[in-house]
């Protein structure tokens, strides 16, 4: 076994692999190409994850029991994540914690408050006690829907899925792994990111096949999977919000609508109020990212500032290829 890589860097920038023996010979089977951040990804069940995360995954679909009333919060890294984890909270959890100045979303970053299984629950080989965790569990993964412990699979646990648009996810997932590389590492290039991700070597990636196998689920058992467009999230933010609340089983009543919990709940989750967060200026997570990483602009279209038009064509190629004939737009 190597030795334990330094705490100061966030966990999953491993110079070298730092891998459990259990897992050792399983991993280092497996096709490897450069990673975006860690030395390599892994291409595990058709899709590929840095080996911190891998190991996650694997420890995951052993030991982790889903109970009917889970609730799954499923993206596409860089797809709105944060801010949705910020808004299941509060929407589930409202009762508990009305609105107030004190609120939890506002002194707690979001990805504390609904954990990773795979990057946090299950890192590092552990196996984590649920039991104190109050029902509903709620909880956050960018695993693959094949991927996903048989328990999810099985139980009659929701998920809420949500994707965005491949050209704004590829730019935020390329200048937020820039963002964490250390010093001396020198930056990703845009070129050589964007081949990479068009040939679907990115964290938990190909792209298209995460969001279209979570699209045929949602057409095959919608009471199971809500499938959730970011940019249909901003544009029509109330209607989205009381449609998950309707799939969830938690609608909002008449009174709460009139007192307006709604718009409530949106303003207190809003990028504006949680980017200006002393949490979330200074703060870091568990797993050593400063939390101000997460917020960069969440902007719609942001794309067009940084894709040469070639590039933007070249990714709706490929998307109109890869979804013809499921119905799916992005």
Known sequence: MQAQISTVLPKYLHQEEVV????????FSLPKENGWLASYLYKYQGFWHPVRHLQGIITCQRHFDAQDSD????????????????ILFTLMNRMQYPI???????????HDLVPFLEHILYADNQIPDLTSMNSPRLFAT?????????SVQDSGCKVVYLCRNP???????????NKLRPQGMGTNSLGETFDKFCRGVSIAGPFWDHVLDYWKESKEKPPKVLFLKY???????????????EFLGRPFSTEEEESGIVEGILKLCSFDTLSNLKINRTGKLSSGE?????????KVGDWKNHLPIEMAQKLDMITEQKFSGSGLVL
């Open 71 to 86: 609730v799954f919060l499923i993206t596409t890294p860089k797809s709105g994540t944060t801010w949705l984890k910020a």
């Open 20 to 27: 459990a023996q259990e897992y050792e010979d399983l991993i």
């Open 290 to 298: 400063e939390n101000k990483a997460f917020f960069r602009q969440g």
């Open 231 to 245: 940019e249909d999230m901003k544009e029509r933010p109330n209607a989205n919000l009381r449609r998950i609340a």
């Open 142 to 150: 960018h695993i693959p829907f094949f991927s996903l412990p048989k």
């Open 100 to 110: 107030a100045q004190d609120h939890l979303v506002l002194n707690k970053n979001p």
């Open 167 to 177: 050209k704004d996810t590829f730019v935020s997932m390329w200048q937020f792994t």
